[in-house]
């Protein structure tokens, strides 16, 4: 998997809306896909367009993520943001500013409150305790 | 000679823009169309020179503006060939002049009674009646039509003597399909049902006349044929509009008012609850004033050639799913198996192209084509065919980036 800060070079140094959009294409290759059977009613977040699943599981108090979505430039965003949380505590996550972080990745379009997609309801089931 | 697009363009500012530093491409008309300068001037000059409260006030300005509004009523009015001026509502839009209908005839239903739609609805007709029914004890059926619209004579049994209320569209907003709706009214009124039909997609293309289809109402939005937001119609036969209850009550829709009862106003006050929307009702004048100065035939001729343009370039592509028509629609809605019409869609955007991806408001009509949602490129009469090639090309280049080797 491509390493955080590569991830973040790749999106920030994006010049248009076009080379965000192939960037993403190229980023989603590399999401894991989730099986059949971790695509649960449970694990589907509310509020997206596309199918979007996010599983989290805690060890020692570290987050650890697999999510997955049935369109591609979803599956790129949640590469984006599985980079920046993946790894970290609870108590870190939620002294991020998320919204702030994808901003500066070119990704803001995708945190409108549109029903065309929910990030932010992504981004809201990664923080909940 | 054939329409040319440039003749009317200049007079819609907003499209001389560029989007992303590509020059934008507006497909996105089904829904909502970008506002002519005459509308645009309308609403400034009410704002500047009479904007008052009507049928209230009896002063200089409130005089220019109540008469400026009962004008807009007219010209609504013989727009749709309406035979009276009253029996032009405003409501917000098409989806509140159904729910006042809906709301209206509640008191008329019975258990048992017959709710009959068509499968090519759009939600704003289906769910109104839905609830209804689940209030009244009726019950809600659903006429298959292909979509392609066709006709089947085994239709007719879907009219029975217990269909009370017949709802339909004219145009899928959707796919486009037009929907065999005289054949459909006449069998609805032999059963003697209220008949309700749906222009919320027809208005900006065909010429309306309320008389030659004969439904007891007819509704659309302003802003689906070059006019404000917030602005739409229920027409309606005067028989039918008598019986409806209002849904509203309030200022304006009353006679005389006392603590123990409450005379109603006469139509089409009665259905007018509150201060309406004075812009609304001025713009949607100035919008159907648009309309009636233009050649109404050669728009839609040349609406229809750039959808039929466009089918037959994504036809001739292959691997292209196309739910609409091939001809005789003013839109193409498509879809790409293995894409997901989002992903088309972020591609079309970034590169200045507006169109719709999802379910379009129709998700039982998604289910019956077998997608979740389909790609829609919808035109209105300033788009060219420059615009609709760009469309194509644009789609084409989206396919074969997301297109997993």
Same mark, same amino acid.
């Given at each position: 998997m491509t390493d955080t800060l590569s991830i973040k070079a790749q999106l920030q140094t994006c010049r248009s809306k076009e080379e965000t959009f192939k960037t993403l294409v190229t980023l989603s290759k590399t999401l894991p896909r989730l099986t059949a059977e971790e695509k649960t009613e449970d694990n589907k977040i509310k509020g997206c367009e596309s199918a979007v699943w996010l599983i989290i599981e805690e060890s020692h108090g570290i987050r650890h993520f697999k999510a997955d979505s049935d369109a591609k430039l979803m599956r790129g965003v949640l590469v984006a943001i599985l980079s920046l949380v993946e790894g970290k505590t609870l108590t870190d996550i939620q002294q991020m500013d998320l919204k702030a972080e994808l901003a500066e990745l070119n990704l803001s379009s995708y945190l409108t409150s549109s029903r065309t997609n929910g990030v932010l309801a992504i981004l809201g089931k990664i923080a909940s305790n | 000679m054939a329409f040319d697009p440039s003749s009317l363009r200049h007079l819609f500012p907003i499209l001389a823009q560029t989007a992303y530093g590509h020059p934008l491409t507006y497909l996105d008309n089904a829904a909502t169309t970008q506002k002519p300068l005459p509308v645009l001037n309308a609403l400034q000059d009410y704002y500047r020179s009479f904007n008052a409260n009507v049928h209230r006030g009896a002063h200089f300005l409130s005089d220019r503006a109540t008469n400026r509004f009962e004008q807009a009523r007219e010209t609504v009015a013989s727009f749709i060939n309406a035979p009276e001026q009253s029996h032009v509502i405003w409501t917000k839009g098409a989806t509140e002049a159904i729910n006042t209908v809906a709301l209206g005839l509640e008191h008329l239903l019975e258990k048992g009674d017959e709710i009959l739609i068509t499968s090519l609805e759009h939600h704003a007709n289906l769910v109104p009646w839905q609830q209804l029914a689940f209030r009244t004890g009726a019950r809600l059926r659903v006429l298959p039509l292909t979509s392609n619209g066709e006709w089947e004579p085994e239709f007719r049994h879907y009219f029975t003597d217990r269909t009370r209320i017949f709802a339909a569209t004219q145009i899928s907003n959707a796919i486009g399909t037009s929907t065999p709706l005289q054949i459909m009214l006449d069998h609805a009124k032999q059963q003697g049902a209220f008949t309700l039909v749906d222009g919320a997609q027809a208005v900006a293309h065909y010429p309306i006349d309320v008389q030659t289809l004969g439904c007891d109402f007819y509704v659309f939005s302003g802003h689906k044929m070059y006019g404000p937001t917030g602005i739409g119609v229920?027409?309606?036969?005067?028989?039918?509009?008598?019986?409806?209850?209002?849904?509203?009550?309030?200022?304006?829709?009353?006679?005389?008012?006392?603590?123990?009862?409450?005379?109603?106003?006469?139509?089409?006050?009665?259905?007018?609850?509150?201060?309406?929307?004075?812009?609304?009702?001025?713009?949607?004048?100035?919008?159907? *004033?648009?309309?009636?100065?233009?050649?109404?035939?050669?728009?839609?001729?040349?609406?229809?050639?750039?959808?039929?343009?466009?089918?037959?370039?994504?036809?001739?592509?292959?691997?292209?799913?196309?739910?609409?028509?091939?001809?005789?629609?003013?839109?193409?809605?498509?879809?790409?198996?293995?894409?997901?019409?989002?992903?088309?869609?972020?591609?079309?955007?970034?590169?200045? +192209?507006? +169109?719709?991806?999802?379910?379009?408001?129709?998700?039982?009509?998604?289910?019956?084509?077998?997608?979740?949602?389909?790609?829609?490129?919808?035109?209105?009469?300033?788009?060219?065919?420059?615009?609709?090639?760009?469309?194509? *090309?644009?789609?084409?280049?989206?396919?074969?980036?997301?297109?997993?080797?």
């Open positions: - | 229920l027409y309606g036969k005067s028989h039918a509009l008598e019986v409806l209850m209002p849904y509203q009550t309030g200022g304006e829709m009353v006679r005389h008012v006392s603590y123990q009862a409450t005379e109603f106003n006469v139509l089409p006050y009665r259905l007018e609850a509150g201060t309406p929307n004075i812009e609304g009702v001025i713009g949607l004048a100035a919008a159907c *004033d648009f309309l009636s100065a233009q050649d109404r035939l050669a728009l839609l001729t040349w609406e229809q050639s750039l959808a039929s343009h466009v089918y037959s370039r994504l036809h001739k592509e292959g691997g292209i799913e196309i739910y609409s028509p091939e001809k005789g629609t003013t839109l193409v809605s498509l879809s790409v198996p293995n894409i997901h019409t989002l992903d088309l869609n972020a591609y079309l955007d970034s590169q200045g +192209v507006a +169109v719709r991806a999802g379910s379009h408001c129709a998700h039982p009509l998604m289910a019956q084509l077998g997608v979740a949602g389909t790609l829609r490129a919808s035109f209105a009469c300033y788009n060219t065919m420059e615009e609709a090639n760009r469309f194509c *090309d644009v789609l084409l280049e989206a396919i074969d980036l997301l297109s997993d080797e």
